[in-house]
């Protein structure tokens, strides 16, 4: 059977789609005090077809996701392999599904909001189901240079804190809170000797 058309959607009363599972049978089967008595019919294709769409737009609503989330998340809803397939292509081919736009966006974001590593960052996106060639494409320009640069950016900052701490102390928290993000024991030295030399800098001894 080919998939209904993909305007054809379950929509909830204020006409968001919805991820219920309510409208999987006929209101006389799931209302009707005998129908709760027998079992219930096994879902048509068409209606596990307009299921899975109504799941995946549902999810993509509510944060972008790449395609194999979206497959388990599926599989989670007991969407046949085969329906799950369909539906996915079809969500790929109109644009609503695009691994390489979601990798993009998780690079940026966690570059940008958390100054994370490369490695980190990868890391993440493999967890998240996004292919290795995918992987290599997205994070190709993060290079040594510029992830030192983020985590001297990075040491700059949470160095004003830490100031007035002894230099054992403040050394060994700049290490491990560069290292959470992901961050080797070069780079992370080098920002924070970076670091030091900038508040030195700036805060010269009165």
Known sequence: KTLFPYTTLFRS???RPTDSDSNLFDEDSVDSP???LEPKPTPSPEKLEQRARNVLLYQLSKSAKSREQLRVILEQREIPDEIAHAVLERFTEV???DDVAFAQTVVSSRLNFKGLAKSSIRRELSTKGVDAHVIEEVTQDITPESELKTAQD???RRYRTMAHLAKEVRDRRLSGYLARKGYSANILFSAIRYAE????ATHPDP
Do not use: E, T
């Open 34 to 36: 005998s129908s709760r």
């Open 154 to 156: 990075l040491a700059v």
């Open 95 to 97: 644009g609503l599904i």
């Open 197 to 200: 030399a900038n508040y030195q």
């Open 13 to 15: 009363r204020r006409g």
